[in-house]
């Protein structure tokens, strides 16, 4: 992730990004240093707060901004983006959450919009469908691969 590159490419303190994205500094520390996973809510709005892409801000890609990235993310679309890229990939709910290894009831969940998708599936989703975080979660209209040798590997 790109956090910490981020915000000190734009001079920004740890303790002022972390008022913004109201938590501790300590909790937001855990964050750059990939200690634990910033929250997609949180990851949006570190996001919109700086101007840049999800996939940017993950490490998917090196394009900081798509042209009409919207500042919020839409979970309906998300719920049928997920859906649709799943059903395209002629993935059952249960084959990917094996594959996850998680509950096949989470992927009902983020596909029914009944839950945003967390930021450890997404970062799965994208590396097993190479396709955009930001066009998953409905923050981008225009379906962006990922290519392969941009995804990076997380702790």
């Known amino acids: 992730m790109r956090l910490k590159d981020i915000r000190e490419e734009n001079d920004i303190k740890q303790f002022a990004i972390s008022k913004y994205l109201e938590v501790s500094r300590g909790t937001y ?7 634990d996973l910033i929250p997609i809510k949180r990851l949006n709005d570190f996001c919109t707060y ?6 940017y801000a993950l490490g998917f890609t090196n394009i900081k901004n798509y042209e009409h ?22 993935y059952t709910q249960d084959k990917l959450a094996n594959i996850l290894s998680i509950n096949r009831s989470l992927i009902s969940k983020y ?15 994208v590396k097993l ?3 955009s975080s930001d066009y998953l979660l409905g923050k981008i209209d225009n379906k962006i691969s990922i290519k392969g040798t941009m995804i990076p590997t997380y702790k």
């Open 69 to 90: 990235n919207k500042t919020t993310i839409n979970i309906n679309l998300s719920a049928k983006r997920l859906k649709e890229c799943r059903i395209n990939n002629k």
């Open 29 to 35: 520390s855990c964050w750059e240093i990939e200690q």
């Open 129 to 131: 469908f190479k396709l």
């Open 50 to 55: 700086f101007n840049c892409s999800i996939d």
């Open 111 to 125: 596909e029914k919009g009944h839950t945003i998708i967390s930021t450890t599936f997404l970062i799965e989703y």
